[in-house]
Every structure is written in structure tokens, then in C-alpha cells.
């Protein structure tokens, strides 16, 4: 619950980041030893995926009964994710049904640890329902699972700039404003294997990525190009 967020999980992780910024990595990584326990049980349940400033994404999960944290982790200047400043908050969601129907995928979106992302070469502009089926789900050094972010890019050469800014383990990353050429659209945070999420995207012609918010996205193949004529 909320409380026990600000009490227990997130002072051991600001302390941490705080001195991983310092470039005191030893003590950094010995402070995340003071993690509480639950949170080894605490379950990634989506969300929407990187969103740039002036857009509107919308991404459709299904949630079971429960409690859940929605946080954000992208970082300001300093380094610090926004998490830390207070921009998080708790929602239950209770055991009843809200009658809603999964939403009709135009287009498909696989991802696993083994195979990378799959997706089509192009698509013809216009309004899609994006479906990501998660095959698999581990967690990485960054301490989350992998997800899927949907990128225009200007040009092709900014895919390596866009793997190192989303590389939460590389203290400079994530942090505002992200690399020029880069408008996020949306996409589908962290589920479980075998699970699936939807975000609906507007596309217009250029180039696009489809990539992971984890380290080293473009050597684990956790990526894929594709152009929108």
C-alpha cells in the first residue's frame, strides 16, 4: 500500500540512486540490500508506455482484484526519477466486473527474452488498436521486466541514441528532455508471461520503433524498425 511505499521501499532506492549519482557505485548497490522483503512479491501489472510531451496515449490492461502503485520513473536533470518527487499514487480495484471487452487488435506486437519483438515490415498511415502479446517476462538488472514503447524517430541513425537513453542501469539516462529527433507515443508496460495489452496509435508516415525500457535493447534484440507509408 501507499504507506508502506513511502515508508519502506522508497527511501532505500532514493538513497541509492542518490549516491549511484555521486559515482559512489559500491555504496549505491550495497543500499538496495535494504529493500523490504515484499517487494520480491510486488507484481508488474502494465501501463502506458512513454508518452512525449504535448501527446496523448491511451493503453487498455486488464487488472485483477488488488492494490497497485502507478509510478514515474523517467528522471529529471538530476537524475532522480520523478517517483522520488512524489508522482505516484495507490488504486484498488475491487471484485467486480466493469463489463468491458478487450479491445480488437488490428495489428500484433510479440515479445519474449529469447526472440526479441516481432512486427511487420510497414503499415499505410492511419489510426491502429496495437496488440503486445508478452510470451515470456524476466526481470533485468534495472529490476523490472521488459515492456514495449512505440518511437517516431527522424531518421534511423537515432535508434542507438534511443537504446542508451532508455538504459535505466546508465545513470544519465532517462533523464528530461530525452534526445531531439524522439517523439514517444505510448505502448504497454510490463505483464506477465503470457499475457496481453493494447495502446492505440495514430501513425503517420516516417520512421518508427518499437523498443524495450531495458539495458542493452539493441544487442538483446529487444527492438524492431518499421515505416509507416
Avoid at 499505410?124 to 538488472?141: H, I, L, P
Avoid at 495489452?197 to 508516415?205: H, N, P, R, S, V
Avoid at 524495450?212 to 544487442?219: K, R, T
Amino acid at each position: 500500500k501507499r504507506q508502506e511505499y513511502t515508508n519502506e521501499l522508497l527511501p532505500p532506492f532514493k538513497k541509492a540512486f542518490e549516491l549511484l549519482g555521486k559515482g559512489e557505485v559500491e555504496a549505491g548497490m550495497k543500499e538496495f540490500e535494504n529493500i523490504p522483503a515484499w517487494f520480491s512479491e510486488v507484481q508488474l501489472s502494465g501501463g502506458v508506455g512513454m508518452t512525449s510531451g504535448r501527446h496523448t496515449s491511451e493503453s487498455t490492461i486488464f487488472m485483477e482484484p488488488g492494490t497497485y502503485i502507478m509510478e514515474c520513473y523517467v528522471r529529471m536533470p538530476t537524475g532522480l526519477p520523478h517517483t522520488f518527487m512524489g508522482m505516484y499514487e495507490e488504486r484498488v480495484v475491487k471484485n467486480t466486473s466493469n463489463d468491458m471487452s478487450p479491445p480488437q487488435g488490428d495489428v500484433e506486437i510479440n515479445i519474449s527474452s529469447s526472440e526479441g519483438i516481432s512486427f511487420v515490415d510497414s503499415l499505410k498511415t492511419g489510426a491502429y488498436s496495437m496488440k503486445v502479446n508478452f510470451v515470456d517476462q524476466m526481470q533485468y538488472e534495472h529490476f523490472m521486466g521488459h515492456d514495449v514503447n512505440l518511437v517516431r524517430v527522424e531518421n534511423d541513425s537515432l535508434v542507438d541514441s534511443l537504446a542508451k537513453w532508455l538504459n535505466a542501469n546508465d545513470m544519465s539516462a532517462l533523464r528530461t528532455p530525452a534526445p531531439e529527433g524522439l517523439t514517444f507515443l505510448g505502448g504497454v508496460e510490463d505483464l506477465d508471461a503470457g499475457k496481453s495489452g493494447y495502446f492505440k496509435a495514430d501513425l503517420q508516415k516516417g520512421n518508427y520503433v518499437l523498443i524495450s525500457e531495458i539495458p542493452n535493447a539493441l544487442e538483446r534484440q529487444m527492438y524492431t524498425t518499421f515505416k509507416v507509408y
